[in-house]
């Protein structure tokens, strides 16, 4: 009996386990082993922390590496406020049927790829785009802007491209709340902002946190976005990842540098966890 | 005793239809009010209004003289026990009690002592750092309670508590809150469709229906002389038969719908009226009564099933056409009484209870 259940068991878990092992484990160990080698001197390849070393003695590696996890950072903040009310809109006030539909509404741009979506930014926003045509045509302006290949255009278009993966988590989480807590704190005599504060916000503190990460960690890793909306010199980590691998063709390099990603990344999400009081294992139940 | 909630002319009317219709009246500070109604007759919305999540239509509300028209929730001076409670999931038991002092202010010490006070005067003593998911749910229900009693309200506002509860945990929950309101004298305003709820606990009931009050009356008088047909059905269990009306005078005489003809009590004006409905309370039937009893409608009753419910037992019984139920005297006096058997019964004149109208 034992047995039969744990060969059904393996049964079920085989693709899962091939999966992670072929497509995770393996690829990473094969990296990991790629970024601990380098030549020395005289040409033979040999057991290094040179590549990690690089990423901390060059100012423009950690440069860039702070400044896109600055951004990232920002692109959540910025992510989550406009998602807020947004997700509170739909849960909290209009009626099921219309909060249905509205949340249909926020998918259906989502069922098109990220680079159709980033192209129609570049289509409204560059010199000779739809939005300088009309303000030629009003006569706002005399000559076309450049809008495009700037920060501001690049975070607007990462916050677009990560809305979705903060406005489901805030909805699930704010859909559970009972309307009555709002109504009992208002009754028990606080105001609009202590309710919104202290009930409504931590309530929803799994859901944000967990939109948080994912935004975060996509924002971060984003390299279509950044280097489309942002130009050449947008300076985001992956580009210089990319750079490693395909321009200066130094794959022990860019091994370095992925392998950097993830364990920043993984700090960040760790440091940002302690500070909110936030647990993993709930966050992402 | 002052007046602690006054009401006059208060109307809410929604897009298609009139919640609350006209209602006036006023509660005594110290009271224990219940407002029993079934379900969508308007007595919630008439707490929401008293607790101000919703604006009359018009008319006045006045809670210890102050106009309450237009004052946001926050500002009144009432608290309200949700229907699901309403506990903050994200707080302990103590900080849920502390919410709404911290709302006004007070001072870390005093928040702390008030809040203790309040534990050990629900029994949850040593609780306050409970989670709430830890408590059952009769210690929720004192958890909600006493987040509101904290603030020291003019008026507690209730909307059916122990609606959640079980039978056992209710019949509990009920004996505590009325030793709670008359230990403490807050005025409780208590909303229910549970009429045993309403009796056991009010110092005075206001039975609801289609947005009216049909009467407000202390529970005695309420279940004793009903003033309108639907009263006396709704509150208390009863028989109820239409009748044809045979003759006023010397005494009202009607037939009920199963032939039987019955000396009755008319309760409300009966001239003009063809038709009533007459009320007969299960308890009010005399099983083998006496041959010297006067003014007593004598019939026979078949017996049909016996309802064992300890103290509570009844039979019901074909009288004529129609089933009728009858409370047995708890003396095991008929005990013996088995399915079939044909019984003498009668019923005074007094608890044949008349009003005219068409069954609803």
Known sequence: ?285 | MPVVLNISNLTKDFSDFTAVDNISFQVEEGKFFSILGPSGCGKTTLLRMIAGFLEPTSGDLQIQGRDMVGIPPNRRPVNLVFQNLALFPMMNVAENIAFGLKRQRCSKKEISSKTAAMLDRVDLGGYGSKNINQLSGGQKQRVAIARSLVLDPSILLLDEPLGALDLKLREQMKIELKKLQQEIGTTFIYITHDQSEALVMSDTVAVMNAGKFEQIDTPRNLYASPDSSFVAGFVGETNIFTASIEGLRPTLTVRAENGVIFEATAMQEMAGAKRCRLFIRPESIILEPDTNLENLNRFELTVRTILFDGSNTKILAMLGESEITVALPQNQQFAHIAPGEIVSAGVHMDACKCYPGEPQ
């Open chain 1, 1 to 285: 009996m034992k047995f039969k259940i744990s060969s059904g068991l393996f049964i079920f878990l085989t693709p899962v386990l091939l999966w992670l092992l072929l497509l995770i484990v393996i690829p990473h160990l094969e990296l990991l082993l790629m970024s601990l080698r380098g030549e020395n001197d005289m040409g033979e390849p040999v057991w290094t922390f040179v590549n990690y070393l690089h990423f901390f003695t060059e100012e423009i590696y950690w440069y860039t590496f702070v400044r896109t996890a600055t951004y990232a950072l920002l692109v959540t903040v910025l992510t989550f406020l406009v998602t807020f009310p947004v997700a509170f809109y739909i849960t909290k006030i209009v009626s099921n049927r219309v909060s249905v539909f509205l949340t249909i509404l926020l998918l259906v741009p989502f069922w098109v790829s990220e680079l159709v979506r980033v192209y129609g930014w570049m289509i409204l926003l560059r010199e000779s785009g739809v939005l300088n045509h009309f303000m030629l045509r009003l006569g706002i302006i005399d000559t076309p802007i450049e809008m495009l290949y700037n920060d501001v255009s690049m975070i607007m278009g990462l916050v677009y491209t990560s809305m979705l993966f903060m406005v489901v988590p805030l909805i699930s989480s704010l859909e559970g709340m009972d309307d009555s807590l709002i109504e009992a704190a208002h009754d028990l005599g606080a105001s609009k902002w202590i309710i919104f504060t202290k009930i409504v916000i931590p309530y929803a503190a799994p859901g944000i946190t967990s939109g948080s990460i994912v935004v975060f960690m996509l924002a971060l890793g984003n390299y279509l976005t950044p280097n489309l909306l942002g130009g050449k010199n947008s300076l985001w980590f992956t580009e210089q990842i990319y750079n490693e691998f395909i321009a200066s063709f130094n794959w022990n390099q860019g091994a370095a540098f992925g392998f950097l990603l993830l364990l920043l990344s993984s700090l960040i999400i760790w440091t940002g966890l302690k500070i909110s009081k936030q647990q993993l294992g709930r966050v992402m139940s």
